[in-house]
């Protein structure tokens, strides 16, 4: 198997956006990579399901650049070098030979792939029948191949309900060929003569034999047809409901950040769900239920105002009217209570699902009681509306039965008192309103259940005509003159290394809209292609909402954010995120295999590039030592994974992505030390070469960087190297390092590695709390005192060593 990436620097399987947020190109190309083994070991997940863990795990992924601590994890790190690997050594002795036997087989075979939406189709401006059908038909015949089933269905109808009022009427003529020879007329006769013949039927038959064998067929014809209506239509309907779900999650996933942040995920998800259920119910009452009655209603008035006075067929159209006003009215307010009702089922899904979701905080603090209780609240208020809204439904079916018995027997009365009637005609009568009664029953509760159709539909349609504030660009990031074809294979190991891009940001100002703050103030920062930056800073001076901006979730208010000389606002979300790998402090993971959320930085993989990667971020000794190797399952959110392991899957989605643009968000705060160098490592093999971004809390993970930007309160306050920023009395940057070198002291002063502070807090020992009072009180004099190196040369052997070799 291999790999090719075109001189354009994309790959010929797949563009897929991999490590950023929940922010979906419609324009790029989605690869699906399951293998057979997968299939038949992954259980089965009803649509409903996929729908809440799609959108969940995108809105998961929107919190990559917030700052949040996890659990402090070790991993042992691996010293194998990324340019000779053999993928067949370990340390659990031969593990890593069975692991690579299994990625084999994990991956082979090509994957599937779907194509997105160049453009969503044009929407209804609101949740009327008349809008929504024709969108619906056009979405499912843009199928193809779907037309005869349309035209076959719509014969289907006609023939289904002609041979429906037929049966009746050679019913009439039965029993008036059975009646006394005074009633029974020449014309009962010869329509009887005339079935028998149709039937070849010998002339012996008696005219009623043969009248009621026909009415037999006619009704035998019309359930055939009627039946023959689902198979042929169903395949429209489901075509229509997967393209309109596809689109809604596509267009849902590509709005912007600011959506998505002030969105309930378990509220949208539901949202979703019951939007896309209810275009097979809108199919439903169209096709089988409305269009029929009302064709057959049509046919009906027009043969009882031929065959009686036209009092008959006033009192059946009088019948329908008074129906359809009844059920309308009825509807209205039942409508009213199932808008509450389905409020109210988005506040228990999206309560449920944010308590389930943050369980470990929930856990934590003690608030099992506090969720259960608001959750049972609400289904308490769930419960109340729907029983009122069961009892709005009594009063509808109680009403529309009064209707109906009220309308037939005044249209037999009618019939009875005509001129010349047959007990037939009355036969005849009785049999067609008992015909047209019984689908318009059904008209009733398909109604309603439009009704609720539409309502659940006006959400939909809602998030469809929702715009984005981070308009797609039409332009390709530019191609560097030296990106080449490369491959990597078992004879060639080499990773591909493509030339880094410029970054600019001038004057960049932003603020976010539920705000009047400026979080950014007129920002300038530059990188050169293959040069490492540093943004640093206090909490809340901007460093994430500044990353934000270079991959463009958000857009600037004012100022320019470039690559490459080219501003990322007329580029193409796919030919951006395509050139940039992002490891985030909190690594989002699916539950899903190790396998899958490794290969979800570039599905279509080859082993090669596989095992490649995650050696070279020192994965591979982890997945040696799974029980189930590359076919672990790590859990919601990667919980059965240690924090380091998570940084690791990150760092392997980046080199599997070969990427010109690095991005790490603090990217090892919520490790400890140990961990921490291991990952340092794995990133400073992933940066070479390559433009990259770090921000971090740590200022001893960036002192290497070529260049430093320290942002406070929105602006860059200082900008150099790290001995440059070092040198600066009463600097920023200065500050901060020693204060960080103040406080690592005394951790390892109380036996604290990296960022377990809870455990100095909880010490008894006096030392340990007059060593904290002298150093936050000698750290309230660092600037400007030249002690104060001594101070830190002191508490911090290590850090003081560093100062000096610069």
Known sequence: MRFNRTN????????????????????GRFTLLKSAQLRRSARAVSYTSFITKAYAAAAAA?????????????????????????????????????????????????????????????????????????????LALGEGQLYWRVAGALAALVISKAAGLLAPVYFKLAVDALSTPAIATSSTATAAATAASALWLPGAVPAATAALLVSGLCRALSALAKELQHPLFTPVSQAAGRRVSFYALAHVLGLDLHFHLD???????????RGARSIAMIFRAVVFTLAPTALELVAVCILLARS??????????????????????????????RREVKDLDNAISGRAVDALLNVEAVKLGGAEALEVQTYDDNLTAYQKASVRLEGASAALNAG???????????????????????????????????QLWAPLQFLGWFYRELRQSLVDMEDLFALLRTKTQVPEGNKALPTPPNMTTTTVSSTNMTPYRPPGVRVDLQDVRFKYPESNREVLKGVSISALPGQSIAVVGPSGSGKSTLLRLLVRLFDVHSGSVSLDGEDVRNLKSDSLRAAVAVVPQDTIL????????????????????????????????????????????????????????????????????????????????????????GIMESLKELAAGRTSVFVAHRLSTVQGCDKIYVLKEGKVAEEG??????????????????????????????????????????????????AVGAVIEGVGHLEGDSSSDELSAELDPEAAAIERSL
């Open 263 to 273: 969105r309930n995920t378990g509220s949208l998800s539901r949202m979703l769900e």
């Open 62 to 138: 929107s919190s990559w650049s917030h700052d949040s601590n996890s659990n402090n994890n070790n991993i042992n790190g691996s010293s194998r070098d990324y340019h000779s690997i053999d993928g067949h050594s370990s340390s659990d002795g031969g593990g890593s030979t069975l692991a690579s036997d299994q990625l084999e087989q994990l991956l082979q075979g090509p994957g599937k792939e779907y194509h997105a939406p160049t453009a969503l189709p044009p929407t209804p401006q609101a949740a009327t029948l008349g809008a929504l059908m024709p969108y619906l038909l056009r």
């Open 308 to 337: 009686f006075r036209p009092t008959v067929s006033l009192l059946v159209v009088a019948t329908f009217v008074a129906y359809t006003l009844w059920t309308v009215s009825l509807t209205f307010i039942s409508t009213q209570i």
């Open 590 to 677: 699916f539950n899903d295999t190790i396998l899958h959320n490794v290969t979800y930085g570039r599905p279509g993989s080859t082993p090669e590039e596989v095992r490649a990667a995650t050696s070279a971020a020192k994965l591979d000794v982890a997945v040696a030592r799974m029980s189930d190797k590359w076919s672990t399952l790590v859990g919601e959110r990667g919980l059965k994974l240690s924090g380091g392991e998570k940084q690791r899957v990150a760092i392997a989605r980046a080199f599997l992505r070969e990427p010109r643009l690095l991005i790490c968000d603090e990217a090892t705060s919520a490790l400890d030390s140990a961990t921490e160098r």
């Open 8 to 27: 354009a620097g994309h790959f010929t399987t797949t563009t897929a956006s991999t490590l950023l947020p929940p922010t979906l190109s419609t324009t």
């Open 721 to 770: 190297t790290h001995a440059e920023l070092m040198g600066k009395s009463g600097g920023v940057y200065r500050d901060m390092w020693k204060m960080q070198a103040a406080q690592q002291a005394l951790d390892k002063k109380a036996g604290v590695q990296g960022g377990d502070k809870e455990n100095l807090v909880a010490k008894k020992s006096g030392e340990a709390g007059t």
């Open 400 to 434: 529309q039965a009064a209707v109906l018995a009220v309308g037939m027997t005044a249209a037999l009365v009618a019939a009875a008192i005509s001129p010349g009637v047959t007990p037939g005609d009355l036969v005849m009568v009785q049999g067609l309103l008992l």
